[in-house]
T-cell receptor, first 112, second 114 residues
Framework: DAKTTQPPSMDCAEGRAANLPCNHS???????VYWYRQIHSQGPQYIIH???NNETNEMASLIITEDRKSSTLILPHATLRDTAVYYC?????????????FGQGTTLQVKP | DGGITQSPKYLFRKEGQNVTLSCEQN?????MYWYRQDPGQGLRLIYY???????QKGDIAEGYSVSREKKESFPLTVTSAQKNPTAFYLC?????????????FGSGTRLTVV
């Protein structure tokens, strides 16, 4: 599975959009981009995933560049409860081994 | 409601003892996973199982053992051979059918060796 690169930390003002970048320059054609977040001392929570098209759900939007070498997770109106570690993962998914390889993630601090 | 249940939430073990962490899911998921998380670190894969009666080693399987006798259950045993077992342990599951679904994680077990 390809590796990802994320900034270690970011700040965001409450009510503003939080844009979390991720580089995955070695992603292969059958690998999806997944985003999870982990609030302190809890299990990670699935946010969104995509292959090559932009995706949106009730939690966030995922923008994937045309060459698929990078993506951005967008939380449109960040709240204090969005403070967490955000993990960007690329994986060929459950069709093969289904393994998710977690990096260090980005610690997002939402400030009042 | 469907989900994954891990128990106990906190576990203390004396050095040299084996302990078993429970993971049960009622999501009808085929695949189950065990991860370990150390303070300030990401998750590392210990073992995974895609079907009943079959499992594979992850990146840090030494000192751990698992079984998958039922689809719903994937217990993890931390043996005395694990040199540094104090960590946060997370169980996850996913459906292998068709589209790549997200993983569902349990709330974790915090193991401390005393």
């Amino acid at each position: 599975d390809a590796k990802t690169t994320q900034p270690p930390s970011m700040d965001c003002a409450e009510g503003r959009a939080a844009n979390l970048p991720c580089n995955h320059s070695t992603i292969s054609g059958n690998e999806y981009v997944y985003w999870y977040r982990q609030i302190h001392s809890q299990g990670p929570q699935y946010i969104i995933h995509g292959l090559k098209n932009n995706e949106t759900n009730e939690m966030a939007s995922l923008i994937i560049t045309e060459d698929r070498k990078s993506s951005t997770l967008i939380l449109p109106h960040a709240t204090l409860r969005d403070t967490a570690v955000y993990y960007c993962i690329v994986s060929s998914g459950s069709g093969n081994t289904g393994k998710l390889i977690f990096g260090q993630g980005t610690t997002l601090q939402v400030k009042p | 409601d469907g989900g994954i249940t891990q128990s106990p939430k906190y576990l203390f073990r004396k050095e040299g003892q084996n302990v078993t962490l429970s993971c049960e899911q009622n999501l009808n998921h085929d695949a189950m996973y065990w991860y370990r998380q150390d303070p300030g670190q990401g998750l590392r894969l210990i073992y995974y199982s895609q079907i009943v009666n079959d499992f594979q080693k992850g990146d840090i399987a030494e000192g751990y053992s698992v079984s998958r006798e039922k689809k719903e259950s994937f217990p993890l045993t931390v043996t005395s051979a694990q040199k540094n077992p104090t960590a946060f342990y997370l169980c996850a599951s996913t459906n292998r059918q068709g589209e790549n679904y997200g993983y569902t994680f349990g709330s974790g077990t915090r193991l401390t060796v005393v």
